[in-house]
């Protein structure tokens, strides 16, 4: 600490590093206050020079590469905010074998690297702060590593990406799904490959992050089952709604027991469910513990703000500990647990089921239909079959009892081999209640 100054080096100066930049600069006294000392970006870097330019920083703290960040003794914090696992996982690595504390939004990293990373960290004695790389500003790392310490944590259900609730909550008003999702791009809320968000992977990452420190056990994000919302249609949408009071929402599960379930799909839950207010592009986490009971955080899980303020929280906590005169001891992340979490198979995996078969309009399909799913020990809680044709065909709509992922995939594949009867493939969603 120079003076009375903390000095960080800024790599990445696209919409989050921007923010963090213009957010320390609007909040400096708030910041000054709360870690008691003075917070200055030493120096910047990005591949990009119209970004440098724009920055507003004096050319001499800009570079194109981050080496002179790591180069400089007086930077104490690392702030990584490029994104990606290539340059990235360079630079922070070599940021801690430099000595130098890292704060990161980077959930692919920290998804890929979990136990390189903090057992790096662990043996330079540094700290690594990473509350924005799930729900940005929203403290759900901190609420977990420190608020709820004392507690066993029995279960997370989350809506971990906003671009896909969002695009969910369009589509219960009325859009299709490829409408919806010309709107969310239009809106900025989507990543720059769209799949990312919505065929599961950004959820995934946030999963394994959050399920790895509330297990104490390694929840890899290849381990996580992932469905994406590709395949939902608002028809299915609208049904659930006005037959059953089911809202559509894109679940992260995480339930511990003696195999842990570890999955990110759509989801069908009751209206009166915590997550089923949180619509368009907000984030939220339902954390069900053993001492406490059930707590729900939410807020805007992306964009320059929320982002910024959670980078920011990280920045003022290792520096009131560099203050402190510890060297951020105090925030050095223990020895991660050796070994991974055992993840059941997602065929093991217990749900209810809202299933959409499309039937010919003859007598006994029904009775086709429920003897096909009752040979596979799949029970029918209830049925309701509409009286217009859909494509050529009757929809015919069925909420299962809890059953077995695979029965009901048995079952059904079956059932959807039957051509002359069915004329698509069956719409399975699960519930969660």
């Not at 609007?26 to 970004?51: I, M, S």
């Not at 702060?129 to 066993?152: D, F, K, W």
């Not at 859009?175 to 809320?189: N, P, S, T, V, Y």
């Not at 053993?290 to 929280?313: F, Q, R």
């Amino acid at each position: 600490m120079a003076g009375n100054t903390i000095k960080i080096g800024l790599v990445g100066l696209g919409t989050v590093g921007m923010g963090v930049l213009r957010t320390l600069r609007k909040n400096a006294a708030v910041v000054r206050a709360r870690c008691g000392t003075n917070v200055e970006v030493a120096r910047v870097a990005d591949r990009d020079a119209a970004r440098l330019r724009a920055c507003g920083l004096p050319p001499a703290k800009c570079s194109g590469s981050f080496q002179a960040i790591l180069d400089d003794p007086s930077i104490e914090i690392v702030v990584e905010v490029i994104g990606g696992t290539g340059a990235a996982k360079e630079l922070v690595t070599k940021a801690l074998k430099a000595g130098k504390h890292v704060v990161t939004a980077n959930k692919a990293l920290l998804a890929s690297e979990w136990q390189g990373i903090l057992s790096l960290a662990h043996r330079k004695k540094v700290a690594v702060g990473y509350e924005a790389s799930v729900m940005a500003g929203v403290p759900v790392i901190r609420s977990i590593e420190a608020g709820l310490a004392g507690n066993r944590i029995q279960s997370l259900f989350g809506i971990l990406n906003g671009t896909t609730n969002f695009i969910l909550t369009r589509m219960a008003q009325g859009l299709e799904f490829d409408q919806a999702l010309q709107e969310a791009r239009k809106r900025g809320l989507c990543e720059a490959d769209a799949s990312l968000d919505i065929d599961g992977y950004d959820a995934a990452q946030k999963l394994a992050i959050l399920g790895t420190l509330s297990l104490g056990r390694r929840v890899p994000a290849a381990s996580i089952y992932r469905e994406g919302i590709g395949q939902i249609e608002r028809f299915d949408i609208e049904e659930a709604r006005s037959q059953f009071d089911y809202v559509l929402r894109p679940l992260a599960v995480l339930k511990r027991g003696a195999q842990v379930e570890a999955r990110v799909h759509p989801t069908f839950i009751p209206t009166h469910h915590p997550l089923a207010a949180i619509e368009n592009e907000f984030n939220a986490l339902l954390i069900n513990t053993d001492t406490a009971g059930p707590i729900t955080l939410s807020g805007k899980g992306a964009g320059e703000k929320p982002a910024a303020s959670g980078v920011i929280s990280d920045i003022v906590e290792v520096a009131r500990a560099i203050r402190k005169g510890d060297g951020a001891g105090t925030l050095v992340p223990a020895a991660p647990a050796a070994g991974n979490a055992r993840i059941a198979p997602i065929e093991e995996v217990q749900s209810k089921f809202y299933l959409r078969f499309s039937v010919v309009d003859r007598p006994k399909v029904l009775a086709f239909i429920s003897g096909a799913l009752g040979r596979h020990g799949v029970s029918i809680a209830t049925c309701h079959q509409l009286g217009r044709s859909e494509r050529g065909a009757v929809p015919l709509i069925m909420v299962t009892h809890l059953t077995r992922e695979g029965a009901i995939r048995r079952a059904l594949s079956g059932i959807d081999a039957s051509h002359r009867i069915v004329k698509r493939k069956t719409v399975a969603v699960r519930i969660e209640e």
